[in-house]
T-cell receptor, first 112, second 116 residues
Framework: KQEVTQIPAALSVPEGENLVLNCSFT??????LQWFRQDPGKGLTSLLL?????REQTSGRLNASLDKSSGRSTLYIAASQPGDSATYLC???????????FGKGTMLLVSP | DTGVSQNPRHKITKRGQNVTFRCDPI?????LYWYRQTLGQGPEFLTY????????KSRLLSDRFSAERPKGSFSTLEIQRTEQGDSAMYLC??????????????FGPGTRLLVL
């Protein structure tokens, strides 16, 4: 059974800092990995998707990397802003399946 | 396209009542997923449709839960004889057909259920 772990569970930083969120997974036979953002009481917004054949994806101030062999992904946020405050979720899709297995998320607070 | 929509957004019910949620996926997305999320946890998979066919069901989906996608468009999730443990956010997602180059699952705003 795939297990997804996200560290840290919560993170508080001042505005402008660069930060890294971590995601690890136990089964390396993944098809892709997605990072999502979730604001309190809201649905999920997709940020980045990395296919198993890719090493990283970038969108604006966000960069996600994937190391299948070690079962790890990181989400790098550059020059953090208060508007980045949210919970960030990592989700893995296994090869041969269509569904996602999620971590519990990292709750990020960026203070002005 | 307005994205995935879910109705109602909030539902309060008494234990033992039946509830039904609706999900309208992004048009032309043939894959539709239901997830459940409790406080402080990530979403957990419930069931998955490709067109009108229900291809996968989680063991979380007890016999009190039933989902349909009758014409391969919108989907409904019904919970019979609700229990307090059913209180959660119910999330719907959709994704395009394989081969389109887009593997992203797009989520709706969710339906928050509170069972008293």
């Amino acid at each position: 059974k795939q297990e997804v772990t996200q560290i840290p569970a919560a993170l508080s930083v001042p505005e402008g800092e660069n930060l890294v969120l971590n995601c690890s997974f136990t089964d390396s036979a993944i098809y892709n990995l997605q990072w999502f953002r979730q604001d309190p009481g809201k649905g999920l917004t997709s940020l980045l998707l990395i296919q198993s054949s890719q090493r990283e994806q970038t969108s604006g101030r966000l960069n996600a990397s994937l190391d299948k062999s070690s079962g790890r992904s990181t989400l790098y946020i550059a020059a953090s802003q208060p508007g980045d405050s949210a919970t960030y979720l990592c989700a893995v899709r296994l090869t041969g399946y269509s569904t996602l297995t999620f971590g519990k998320g990292t709750m990020l607070l960026v203070s002005p | 396209d307005t994205g995935v929509s879910q109705n109602p957004r909030h539902k309060i019910t008494k234990r033992g009542q039946n509830v039904t949620f609706r999900c309208d996926p992004i048009s032309e997305h043939n894959r539709l997923y239901w997830y459940r999320q409790t406080l402080g946890q990530g979403p957990e998979f419930l069931t998955y449709f490709q067109n009108e066919a229900q291809l996968e069901k989680s063991r979380l989906l007890s016999d009190r839960f039933s989902a349909e996608r009758p014409k391969g468009s919108f989907s409904t999730l019904e919970i019979q004889r609700t229990e307090q443990g059913d209180s959660a956010m119910y999330l719907c997602a959709s994704s395009p057909s394989p081969g389109t180059g887009d593997e992203t699952q797009y989520f709706g705003p969710g339906t928050r259920l509170l069972v008293l």
